[in-house]
């Protein structure tokens, strides 16, 4: 089957976001901007005999010599109707600075937009793999413990945030325990999905720069007996290794 996602709708206070990299300052506000949930990485678990996808909403443009699809908002035409602060949205401190699909948003065809769509969905989320309907998104989760951890980069605001890279769900006792890579702020977090509507979140581990991918290996299959997290960090070059604590 095809799933088509669809978008996020960040005008809403749970979802805010920060767009602008030169405002210096981390401000999460809702703006009238939507986010098209693009994966990256995917894993897939079981509750209750119903299987699971979690995404991890990363986004990415279409860049090649002959085409690319991203542009600031501040260079685009928006329709006056639908908004009429279009001069104020555009400021650099506002949306101006903020990344969008070029060729999505203008749906009456008159060459003006009239909604704006920006890559990715700075966030995981949760579907139903056999009706493919959304069951949980993170919101702006990531991006908001990224910044109370120290590790949110401010100048990746415009584009997509936090950038959730990896996602892995492994069985660990009773539970599904999910980790998430986050690209742009050097972490992985971990969740507690054993309810998939209504995921715990556990803890933030600081990681290599730019973890791109991650591993889980299980207690039973691990030289130490314990189970063990491996993360590969493209910024550095770097694998790093991580077990639980011992209590």
Known sequence: AIFPLGLKDYNNTENAID??????????????????YMPDAISQFSSNNVPYLVTANEG???????????????????????????????????????????????????????????FGARSFSIWNGTTGKIVYDSKNDLDKKSQEFGTYDDKRSDDKGSEPEAVVVAKMGNQNILFVGSERTDVFMTYDVTNPTAPQYLQTVKTGDAPEGILFIPASKSPTKRSLVVVSSEGDGVIKIYQPDLK
């Open 60 to 118: 990415d443009a279409r860049e090649y010599n002959a085409y690319t699809d991203i542009k600031r908002m501040k260079s685009l035409k928006l329709d006056a109707t639908v908004f009429p602060d279009a001069a104020t949205l555009k400021l650099d401190a506002n949306l101006g600075r903020l990344n969008l699909v070029a060729d999505m948003g203008d749906t009456d065809g008159d060459g003006d937009l009239d909604e704006m769509v920006s």
């Open 19 to 36: 767009p602008s990299d030169l405002d210096d300052k981390i401000a999460f506000n809702p703006w009238k901007v939507k986010g098209m």
